[in-house]
């Protein structure tokens, strides 16, 4: 396992164990985040661990051209009398994700310390947040990373209202011009959205 140090460099992510674990420790400044995202790597760690460093092979991603939209999706969108807004609450939308409860974890992986360094990033126009609304609550909403380079890695979205989460991310996809739309892991709910596995290295090019 390689240990990281004071140094804002990571190894080559051929390097990460067969579940994609790539480095232990450093920190989550600024620049080491857009250094990681630029190579395909991405911090994900519980409150009680050192950060951990991942770089999964497959990846788990979404073409915008193949996203699937089912006829009850669309029923729903056109019926919920949602707004949907871009970068207008960032840091509530993160804070939300982190109150979520997940299947299989004791704990959220977004620690206060990770939500005070994406909010920089945030600030600094890297991080971007979409905000889904009804009657002015905040009922929903996701957060990712762009770099500028036609790639959004998405981090996390939560909700409050069933489907209201996939109603921001579908109008996301559809009102922006990224190429990729990374996933990162596996999960069944961006599968139903048209989602699916490529190789490392065929995301680490669409990055470069």
């Known amino acids: 396992m390689i240990y990281l140090n004071e140094h804002i460099e990571f190894p080559d992510p051929s390097y990460a164990t067969e579940d994609g674990l790539l480095a232990i420790g450093g920190d ?3 620049e080491r985040l857009i250094e990681a995202y630029k190579r395909g790597i991405f911090p994900w ?9 991942w770089s999964p092979d497959p990846r788990f991603v979404l ?15 056109r019926n919920a009398d949602l707004r949907i807004t871009f970068n207008t609450n960032f840091r509530d939308v993160i804070s939300e994700c982190a109150k979520i409860d ?7 992986w977004i ?11 945030h600030e600094l126009g890297y991080a971007k947040s979409v905000e889904v609304w009804q009657d002015d609550q905040l009922v929903a909403g996701l957060y990712g990373v762009d770099l500028g380079n036609s790639v959004f890695c998405g981090e996390s979205m939560f909700t409050k209202l069933s489907n209201a989460s996939k109603a ?3 109008n996301f996809v559809q009102s922006t011009s990224y190429k990729l739309i990374d996933c990162q892991v596996y999960t069944s709910h961006l599968e139903s959205l048209g989602a699916e596995y490529i190789s490392r290295s065929e995301f ?5």
């Open 204 to 208: 680490i090019s669409f990055l470069n």
């Open 111 to 121: 620690t206060a310390s990770m939500i005070d360094a994406y909010c920089q990033l």
């Open 45 to 53: 760690f519980d409150k009680d661990q050192p950060i951990l460093w």
């Open 28 to 30: 989550l400044k600024v």
């Open 63 to 77: 073409f915008p051209e193949k996203l699937i939209v089912s006829k009850s999706m669309k029923q729903f969108i």
């Open 168 to 170: 921001g991310f579908i």
């Open 102 to 108: 997940r299947h299989g974890q004791d704990s959220s």
